[in-house]
């Protein structure tokens, strides 16, 4: 059973258009989070959600809207892709409250033409 | 600014070889350290982790790392080399709160024969 699992794990898509990204973790934690990295594996944090409300939200620009409807679940919806975008996106998780470590999802990689 | 250094960009070592990562972090106090790995189109997998007490640590795949306090490092080092070693690797460190990740750029090992 897979405790970080995102969906599609890969998306194609033209400049332009609107997709999103799905995260859900089945490992009982209060934090999700979104990471970006680029070509050069340079890990970006995102966003992050504590027990659906937001706590993290870095200099993203605001074609990016995460959404948290419950604390296993945190997607990911982006507006008007750019070129620029195209990116491997990770979901994770983790417990606050003590010193947990995060836990990955496989990654989304998208591709915007 | 809290910041986490990793000198090597990219690592070659041949098989057998002994493998030392550098990592430096700066912060105002002593956060959670963390080493993951990330194989090829994988998401990124925990090696081990250090909290407080010894600080010498071992992790999984024979990995281990030690913190040094005077040096604010987390080294992570293997005796010897295996092929399927070869992957990028992220040193992270946690305020705290254990809700703030922040990871260094990576470095990348290539194993040779």
């Known amino acids: 059973d897979t405790a970080v699992s995102q969906t599609p794990k890969y998306l194609v898509t033209q400049m332009g258009n609107d997709k999103s990204i799905k995260c859900e973790q089945n490992l009982g934690h209060d934090t999700m989070y979104w990471y970006k990295q680029d070509s050069k594996k340079f890990l970006k944090i995102m966003f992050s959600?504590?027990?659906?409300?937001?706590?993290i939200n870095e200099t993203v620009p605001n074609r990016f809207s995460p959404k948290s409807p419950d604390k296993a679940h945190l997607n990911l919806h982006i507006n008007s892709l750019e070129l620029g975008d195209s990116a491997v996106y990770f979901c994770?998780?983790?417990?606050?409250?003590?010193?947990?470590?995060?836990?990955f999802g496989e990654g989304s990689r998208l591709t915007v033409l | 600014a809290q910041s986490v250094t990793q000198p090597d960009i990219h690592i070659t070592v041949s098989e057998g070889a002994s493998l030392e990562l550098r990592c430096n972090y700066s912060?105002?106090?002593?956060?959670?350290l963390f080493w993951y790995v990330q194989s090829p189109g994988q998401g990124l997998q925990l090696l081990l982790k250090y909290f407080s007490g010894d600080t010498l640590v071992q992790g999984i795949k024979g990995f281990e790392a030690e913190f040094k306090r005077s040096q604010s490092s987390f080294n992570l080092r293997k005796p010897s080399v295996h092929w399927s070693d070869a992957a990028e690797y992220f040193c992270?460190?946690?305020?705290?709160?254990?809700?703030?990740?922040?990871f260094g750029t990576g470095t990348s090992l290539t194993v040779i024969p």
């Open positions: 994770a998780s983790s417990q606050t409250g003590g010193p947990g470590e995060l836990f």
């Open positions: 992270a460190v946690a305020l705290f709160t254990g809700n703030q990740f922040y």
């Open positions: 912060y105002g106090a002593t956060p959670y």
């Open positions: 959600y504590n027990n659906k409300e937001l706590i």
